[in-house]
């Protein structure tokens, strides 16, 4: 077996070009509806972070105040985010996910999840378990 050496700049290349590849392919795999990508986006780090401003979720999605405006009213008219006053700040509110908008989160993890699932299932066990291995590395470089 020949072991080919890369540079980390080439790696850094190689990895960026297919995990970008593999997140376009991920997001064609949800569910077909009206909801946007950028909707999507905030709607679930709502349900991953929990309850916040509108303002931190704008920071959170880095979009500017006046976009996530836009996009809150949207999923507020469909029933998946609710607002409620803030604790401490009478001029703050604090937006949450609704049941609905959880229930939408999850039916398209499991549809991106299902195809990937499918796609892993057409490889060898080495190859699966190297993606393993990857993922625990990868993770570990996000965390970093």
Do not use: C, F, Y
């Not at 949800?30 to 916040?52: C, K, Y």
């Not at 469909?78 to 999850?106: E, K, M, Y």
């Not at 499918?118 to 060898?124: C, F, G, P, Q, W």
């Amino acid at each position: 077996m020949t072991v080919r050496r890369t540079s980390a700049s080439q790696l850094a290349v190689q990895l960026r070009d297919a995990i970008t590849r593999l997140n376009r392919r991920l997001r064609r795999a949800r569910p077909v509806g009206d909801i946007t990508l950028n909707q999507l986006s905030a709607l679930t780090s709502l349900e991953l972070a929990g309850a916040m401003t509108p303002r931190e979720l704008a920071d959170g999605e880095r979009v500017q105040p006046p976009t996530m405006t836009k996009i809150v009213a949207k999923l507020e008219e469909r029933g998946l985010v609710q607002r409620a006053p803030h604790p401490t700040d009478g001029r703050q509110v604090i937006l949450s996910a609704t049941g609905a908008g959880r229930a939408l989160v999850a039916e398209h993890r499991r549809a991106r999840d299902e195809w990937l699932a499918t796609r892993l299932a057409e490889l060898t066990p080495e190859e699966r378990e190297s993606l393993r291995r990857a993922a625990e590395i990868l993770e570990r470089i996000a965390r970093a």
